[in-house]
Antibody, heavy 120, light 107 residues
Framework: QVQLQESGPGLVKPSETLSLTCTVSGGPFSGYYWNWIRQPPGKGLEWIGDIYYSGNTNYSPSLKSRVTISIDTSKNQFSLKLSTVTAADTAVYYC??????????????WGQGTTVTVSS | DIQMTQSPSSLSASVGDRVTITCRASQSISTYLNWYQQKRGKAPKLLIFDASSLQSGVPSRFSGTRSGTDFTLTVSSLQPEDFATYYCQQTYTNPRTFGQGTKVEVK
């Protein structure tokens, strides 16, 4: 079955760039939107953005100026970069697959999540 | 952005209870509404998509309905493993938005 695994530093200094990668295994990479979602401690889910396997991206307006999502189809990976981070960016970051295919999109496969703390 | 408002933010229930959670969209989203369950320390899990379609492997005690811009998740008979936080999400347009969550606790 399809599995997603986030990887990247767990600690980032303020004003630096947060970089995470999601590796997709066990299933097709093409034909899906690949998403990043985050969850600050004790709070709800926030959609960051997505990328289609062709490379088209969509971003949350509140983060758009700082976010870049990219894709490497040769490695079945997609990545998140969030620049100029502050303590407010401390969160669990999830990658997830959005499936549509004839029905409204839904996030049917999620990574386990990775905790990123912004602190000096 | 489309705002998704969930109610209640938390509720207390007992095993066997019928539990209902509501999500209201700030504008029409057709049936582009999903429900997720999240247990402590775990990733969310898809329960319902397209407002009322049960995700494969999800018990039939979970169901979803739509009335205009109001959506409801119902658990017909709450089981011990159902104590968790539930989120709605619209995928009608970008940015995708989630409700603030409903925590279902033991009474």
């Amino acid at each position: 079955q399809v599995q997603l695994q986030e990887s990247g530093p767990g600690l980032v200094k303020p004003s630096e760039t947060l970089s995470l990668t999601c590796t997709v295994s066990g299933g097709p990479f093409s034909g899906y939107y690949w998403n990043w979602i985050r969850q600050p401690p004790g709070k709800g889910l926030e959609w960051i953005g997505d990328i289609y396997y062709s490379g088209n991206t969509n971003y949350s307006p509140s983060l758009k100026s700082r976010v870049t999502i990219s894709i490497d189809t040769s490695k079945n990976q997609f990545s998140l970069k969030l620049s100029t981070v502050t303590a407010a960016d401390t969160a669990v970051y999830y990658c997830a697959r959005e499936r549509s295919g004839g029905a409204p999109g839904r996030l049917d496969v999620w990574g386990q999540g990775t905790t990123v703390t912004v602190s000096s | 952005d489309i705002q998704m408002t969930q109610s209640p933010s938390s509720l207390s229930a007992s095993v066997g209870d019928r539990v209902t959670i509501t999500c209201r969209a700030s504008q029409s989203i057709s049936t582009y509404l999903n429900w997720y369950q999240q247990k402590r320390g775990k990733a969310p899990k898809l329960l319902i998509f397209d407002a009322s379609s049960l995700q494969s492997g999800v018990p039939s005690r979970f169901s979803g309905t739509r009335s205009g811009t109001d959506f409801t998740l119902t658990v017909s008979s709450l089981q011990p493993e159902d104590f968790a936080t539930y989120y709605c999400q619209q995928t009608y347009t970008n940015p995708r938005t989630f409700g603030q969550g409903t925590k279902v606790e033991v009474k």
